[in-house]
């Protein structure tokens, strides 16, 4: 028996004013500021994925000991 799977369309999108919304500040405010460096973190992440196309990882260090 085939299941038919319907959504309503009217609560897929939303219309607002752009004068009328609250600016982002607002939103980041009502977190706590662990909260807010994670989310930073995870942009972070996200933009060197997609500029640099490679995972992050810890750069070379050469040392040079003298005896």
């Known amino acids: 028996m085939k299941m038919e799977t319907r959504i309503d369309v009217k609560k897929l999108w939303s219309k607002a004013r752009l004068g ?3 600016p ?7 977190h706590s500021y662990e ?3 994670a989310a930073l973190e995870q ?5 060197r994925a997609w500029r640099h196309g ?3 990882r810890l750069e070379k260090v050469y040392r040079i000991v003298t005896l």
Request: glycine letters at 4%; proline letters at 5%.
């Open 35 to 37: 909260a807010r460096l």
């Open 20 to 22: 009328g919304q609250e």
């Open 43 to 47: 942009i972070r992440l996200e933009y």
């Open 24 to 30: 982002d500040s607002v939103y980041w405010r009502t």
């Open 54 to 56: 490679a995972e992050p």
